[in-house]
């Protein structure tokens, strides 16, 4: 078999005339003790600390401008490709799909050790390990690094399924970037996935060559997984990849699609995120005639499964990072948009919003936890704040302390004007990010302003209780010493509830409501696919849910060398998230 079209990953070692020669099994840990683990169990992302954000918000710049005169996309080109397959067994396979992981290691773990475990326990219901785990985008946060992705996502899924099964063969692991993975420009992401040597992790094998792929499955089932590169456009070398792999299917062929962001949500806010997959559907796989009745995605951090009679659309991001809500999810979408612009855009359809997890009661439940978590979550946030409403309160007090003729107040009314402004201008865009999606609307700057006046009132009311005190009668800068020490933290605090209150009301509103759940970072309310391709050509998608992660661990050195490293403290329990998916 050529290097262009390298042996399916399906297909035994026998019958592609290499040897079965499997690694030796890694020494099994006696402690949790990351030099016993070979990587160090990461806490979550505090995703509100300013130099975090300052830091992604850099790469994330870095990554769109670079991209664009340096895709490696298009140098994947010289690299072997080919159609991948996935047999399974007796005509059936079992297929994992999870996606945004490698977060905090008590989720990613959590999700990482039911996908290894020989059987998952749905109630009656007992679903054999995939044969195939297939990783849906952004396998690290908060940016790619050859560090992050050895603690957040290696280590975890190496510790969860040491080495393959005693029993079987090696399940195989297929990963898309998603948007995270991308900021370090696919550097990291293609040394670990797209590798030629060392290529498994634990007990999993990666085959892929590139960062896109198609795999044969049973039944005339296909999977084609597109590299998107943040939501822009198909590179030319993919497309003709992809072209060539449609020229195997025919009008009885099913292709299910994988892609890294649900662009059929977002598209309701930003008519042209649907516009690449659209293209793709209609000038790739339309004329060969198969169908495309599935489109998965991660990205945002739930399930939720959006269907017609034609097309089941389901995301499903729960596999580490932090919760995002399904309370604010239409309940009726059109696929593409009707406002779309692209002058050859497919019929629009509509699709109902008939699943999601978790249930929108509970969802709305996990926003008034921001009060408890965001100060806890993100200390660095809440130091930033008292800083600010340091360098506010100190010149409304040395205003209000002033003659209205006095030279004084003119120096202290200088930095006063500075701060109002960087209050307002600040609030303004905490509303609505330079680098969020979608349009600036009227409720961004109606609720940013309502932000801006309400952390003034704040400075104001600080000013007016530190007056009280005899610590302005102090000599210079003693004064300014102590409210670095002393009003710095209490104002931090108080204003992070300020915070807290306004990210509650403006979620109301469809604005920050990322920020809502991001600052929180919860760690529950985890789900993944498990899919089994049966004999017969039916498809049985079962969405899993996990309520509660563990967080106590124990090591068991002397279990099996394919066992888990870490076992829960507690049971770890799984549940259907809504009855199975039956696909013809």
Not at 391 to 401: D, F, N, Q, R, S
Not at 561 to 571: A, I, R, T
């Amino acid at each position: 078999m050529s290097d262009e079209q390298p042996a399916g990953p399906g297909a035994s070692a026998k019958e592609i005339g290499a040897p079965d020669v499997r690694p030796a099994p890694l020494p099994r840990p006696r402690s949790l003790d990351p030099q016993e683990l070979g990587f160090t169990p990461a806490a979550p992302v505090p995703w509100l600390a300013p130099l975090l954000l300052i830091s992604t918000g850099v790469r994330t710049l870095l990554a769109l401008l670079f991209g664009a005169y340096l895709d490696k996309r298009e140098l994947q080109n010289a690299l072997p490709g080919g159609v991948y397959e996935e047999p399974g067994t007796d005509g059936e396979l079992w297929m994992d799909f999870v996606a945004d992981l490698g977060d905090g290691f008590n989720a990613t773990y959590s999700v990482a050790y039911l996908l290894a475990q020989p059987e998952l326990v749905l109630a009656d219901r007992r679903l054999p390990r995939g044969q195939m785990l297939m990783m849906g985008g952004d396998q690290v946060y908060p940016t790619a690094s050859s560090g992050a992705y050895e603690n957040r996502f290696k280590g975890p899924y190496q510790a969860a399924l040491p080495c393959p099964p005693a029993d079987g063969p090696a399940p195989t692991l297929y990963a898309i970037p998603g948007n995270h993975d991308w900021y370090d420009g696919l550097t990291a992401f293609l040394r670990l996935f797209a590798r030629s040597r060392d290529s498994d992790i634990g007990g999993w094998r990666t085959p892929q060559s590139r960062s896109y792929f198609a795999v044969r499955l049973p039944s005339d089932w296909w999977l084609f997984a597109l590299d998107e590169q943040s939501g822009t456009y198909l590179d030319d070398p993919q497309l003709r990849y992809f072209e060539e792999a449609a020229a195997q299917l025919g009008p009885e062929s099913k292709v299910i699609l994988s892609v890294p962001a649900p662009t059929w949500v977002k598209a309701v806010d930003d008519p042209k995120a649907y516009e690449s997959v659209d293209y793709f559907v209609r000038t790739v796989l339309a004329p060969t005639g198969a169908r495309v009745p599935l489109i998965l995605s991660g990205d945002l951090h739930h399930y939720a499964r959006y269907a017609n009679p034609e097309r089941q659309l389901i995301h499903c991001g729960g596999g580490g990072a932090y919760l995002y809500p399904t309370h604010h999810l239409p309940e009726r979408i059109e696929v593409p948009p009707r406002d779309s612009v692209a002058r050859r855009a497919s019929e629009t359809r509509e699709y109902d919003l008939v699943g999601r997890y978790p249930e929108p009661a509970r969802s709305r439940r996990y926003g008034w936890g921001i009060f408890g978590r965001l100060p806890f979550r993100n200390p660095g946030f809440v130091t930033l704040l008292g800083a600010l409403h340091v360098l506010l309160m100190l010149p409304i007090a040395g205003v209000a302390t002033q003659r209205a003729s006095s030279t004084d107040q003119g120096l202290f009314s200088i930095p006063l004007v500075i701060m109002l402004a960087v209050v307002l201008v600040g609030a303004a865009f905490f509303a609505k990010p330079p680098t969020a999606s979608g349009k600036r609307q009227i409720r961004h700057y109606l609720l940013g302003v309502f932000h801006g006046v309400g952390h003034i009132a704040l400075g104001a009311g600080g000013a007016w209780v530190w007056l009280q005190l005899p610590f302005q009668d102090w000599p210079w800068p003693l004064p300014g010493a102590a409210a670095a020490l002393l009003y710095g933290p209490v104002a931090g605090l108080v204003a992070s509830q300020l915070t807290a209150a306004y990210l509650l009301v403006a979620g109301a509103f469809g604005v920050n409501v990322n920020e809502l759940f991001a600052g929180q970072g919860i760690e529950d309310a985890k789900s993944f696919l498990r899919l089994h391709f049966a004999a017969d050509g039916t498809l049985t998608i079962y969405p899993v849910a996990v309520d509660t992660v563990s967080r106590q661990w124990r090591v068991g050195p002397d279990d099996r060398p394919d066992s888990s490293w870490l076992v829960p403290g507690q049971p770890l329990r799984a549940r259907l998230a809504e009855p199975p998916i039956t696909l013809r």
